[in-house]
Structure formats: C-alpha cells, structure tokens
C-alpha cells in the first residue's frame, strides 16, 4: 500500500541563504524522489514546495526544520497545497 500523494509549500526563515541550504535540500528532495522546487525569496527567506507520497514530503518538512549543516533555521511554516500532475522532478530556482 502507498501512502497517498500530497503537496506543502513551505517558508524557512534564519540563516539559510549562503549556507547550501538550497543544494542540500535538492540533493534530499531527489533521493526521495519527490518533485517541486526551491529558491531564495527577497526577504532572506528560503521558499519550497514538495510534492510526492506523504510520509516523504513529512520527511522533507522536517529536514527543513534542521536545513544544511551550516544553516540556523529560525522557524519553519507549512501550507498544503492541491497536487499537481504537470510537476515533474525537483529543481532550484
């Protein structure tokens, strides 16, 4: 049985630009196999959005909350959002 599929947008706020944190979180995103994508937000923000099976956007979401090794991640807010099947893979913007 397979977990069903879901979507979350996610804001991270702290030190979390010029920490790898978008690299980093590619690099986990693709091994789990989920798409979506990342960037850097003007506020100094980092901005995402994971798309796959549950339990692996869940674990994606919490990897935020601790973010690349040289990241101080401040608070991390979490918003469903519908699926999209036009996704496809997981890139940085």
Known sequence: M?????????????????????WYAHE????????????????????????????LVDDMVEWCRRGSPAASVKSVTVRDEPVSHAERGFSVE
């Open 2 to 22: 397979t977990d069903r599929i879901c979507r979350k947008r996610v804001l991270i706020s702290g030190r979390v630009q010029g920490v790898g944190f978008r």
């Open 28 to 55: 986990r995103a693709s091994s789990l196999g989920l798409s979506g994508w990342i960037r850097n937000l003007p506020d100094r923000m980092v901005e995402a959005v994971f798309q796959g099976e549950e339990a």
